[in-house]
């Protein structure tokens, strides 16, 4: 099984009239609670937890570099009337240490695929990504970077109160950052400084021109993104990476960028294993 083949074809038929369900409270401390056992290595009891609101688990074998992964998927995916809830993906192979996650897919194109490409770049993560294109839901309810009321919320904060740091991936359009290939930011917060400084200057020595948030004003900064904000009240380091299109449609230029987001995760995963 190729993971990066198995998402390009879960978020092939996201559109703006692919429909989008509201989760409740109850579905979405559900949800939550099952990926916590899932994290705590109790398949079996998240398994149950999870089948309690229609949500399957299964385990896969990455076809590229052959690492196991738990896939948190909901059951409507493939009928007439998919709820867009999401999916999770659980590294097996080492402890979850950190998330990379992916609010906007096929809205923000290929940031799935950049998101695939930094799960396989290093051990202990956890993919988030969202279930429905950014605009399928009435008014904003879609758009899970700025609603806390999805499920995607709720499984980014689960991880964020188990102090697991967060990458969060967007993609924008030419004329929003004219002058910029990548706008790196920390959100609210400040307690991944120091880790968006690495992430710059790996990107930088790759020759993208990085808009330092903490540094200047920059466009797309994410400081009203809902899950930064939570990451920052918590005091978990949260970055917010915005990539041009051009980055993002080139196998080469996006192939670079994974590895310089790899130097972030590589330094999580290290620094949280020795805790």
Known sequence: MDLARRIERYTARFDEDSGYRRPTRADREAVARGVGLLLDGRQDKAREQLSDVDMDVRTLVDSVGGRRYAEVADRSDDGPSPRGW????????APARWSVQVPHPRSDEA????????????PGGVLVIAGAHRK???GNASDVAHR?????????????????????LHGFASGSAPDHDVVAS?????????????????????DFDVCRAWVRNCPLEGRT????????EAGVPFLHVEFSRRVRMSSEASAEAADALVTVTDAWSARRGAE
């Open 111 to 122: 940031t799935e695929q950049l998101g695939v490409a930094v799960l396989r770049g290093s």
């Open 136 to 138: 399928a839901g009435s």
């Open 186 to 206: 920390t959100g609210e917060g400040s307690a991944a400084r120091d880790d968006g400084r690495e992430l710059a200057d790996a990107l930088r020595e790759k």
């Open 86 to 93: 999401g999916r999770i993906y659980v590294g097996l192979d």
């Open 225 to 232: 993104n809902v899950q930064g904000r939570s990451a920052a």
């Open 148 to 168: 806390r009321d999805s499920v995607f919320h709720a499984v980014c904060d689960e991880l964020v109160r188990r102090g697991a740091p967060g990458l969060q």
